[in-house]
Antibody
C-alpha cells in the first residue's frame, strides 16, 4: 500500500523557517516525481513544487521562488520542503504528493503550517 | 500561466441526480486535465486523468470529457458519498494549476 506521511508542520512567526518532511513507502520511490501542494484555510488547492526522480529538475510556483526549496533523499525514501522567509499567506495544509504520468495520484494526509505573530 | 475556471462554484443536488461540472482553460491544454474529489478535512482523491480516463477503483458513475479548453466532469446518479468539493487540474505546463473548486451539496 502506498503511504505518504508528512511531518514538520507547526507554528512559526513571519520571517521564520520550517522544514517539512515526507516519508514514502509502498512503492519504488526513485521511479517517481514528487510534489508538494498546499491548501490555505477555507481555500482551494495550490501547487507548490515538483521534483524529478533523481532530484535533477525542480519547478516552483512563482510565489515561493527564492524562499522555498524542494529536495529528496532517495536512500531514505523521503522528500523535503525547506521553507524560509515565511509569510502569513504561506499558512496552509501542505500535502506531499506522488506524481504518476503527470497527475497527482497519491496524497499524504497533510501537515499544517501556521505563520502568525 | 494557464487559468482554470470551474462552473458552477456551488451546486445543490439530490441523491440520484445527474450533475455536470465544467472546467474551462484559458488556453489549450490538449487532454492534460485531471479531476479530484475532496471531502472536508481529508486529502484530495484522484478520480480522472487525461480528461476522460477513470482511475482504477473509481465508480463508473463518474465520467470526464473534453479537450483543448473545455472539459466536464459528470456524475450520472449521485450517491450520498459523492457530496464533496471537486477540482480540475491542468498538467500541460508549469505552473501546474487547479480550478477554484466546485462544492457539491445535498439539496
Amino acid at each position: 500500500e502506498v503511504q505518504l506521511v508528512e511531518s514538520g508542520g507547526g507554528w512559526v512567526q513571519p520571517g521564520g523557517s520550517l522544514r517539512l518532511s515526507c516519508a514514502a513507502s509502498g512503492f519504488t520511490f526513485n521511479n517517481y516525481w514528487m510534489s508538494w501542494v498546499r491548501q490555505g484555510p477555507g481555500r482551494g488547492l495550490e501547487w507548490v513544487a515538483h521534483i524529478k526522480e533523481d532530484g535533477s529538475e525542480k519547478h516552483y510556483v512563482d510565489s515561493v521562488k527564492g524562499r522555498i526549496t524542494v529536495s529528496r533523499d532517495n536512500a531514505k525514501n523521503s522528500v523535503f520542503l525547506q521553507m524560509n522567509s515565511l509569510r502569513a499567506e504561506d499558512t496552509a495544509v501542505y500535502y506531499c504528493v506522488r506524481i504518476n504520468s503527470r497527475v497527482s495520484d497519491k496524497w499524504g494526509q497533510g501537515t499544517l503550517v501556521t505563520v502568525s505573530s | 500561466d494557464i487559468q482554470l475556471t470551474q462552473s458552477p462554484s456551488f451546486l445543490s443536488a439530490s441523491v440520484g441526480d445527474r450533475v455536470t461540472i465544467a472546467c474551462r482553460a484559458s488556453q489549450g491544454i490538449s487532454s492534460y486535465l485531471a479531476w479530484y474529489q475532496q471531502k472536508p478535512g481529508k486529502a484530495p482523491n484522484f478520480l480522472i486523468y487525461a480528461a476522460s480516463t477513470l482511475q482504477s477503483g473509481v465508480p463508473s458513475r463518474f465520467s470526464g470529457s473534453g479537450s483543448g479548453t473545455e472539459f466536464t466532469l459528470t456524475i450520472s446518479s449521485l450517491q450520498p458519498e459523492d457530496f464533496a468539493t471537486y477540482y480540475c487540474q491542468q498538467v500541460d505546463s508549469y505552473p501546474v494549476t487547479f480550478g477554484q473548486g466546485t462544492r457539491l451539496e445535498i439539496k
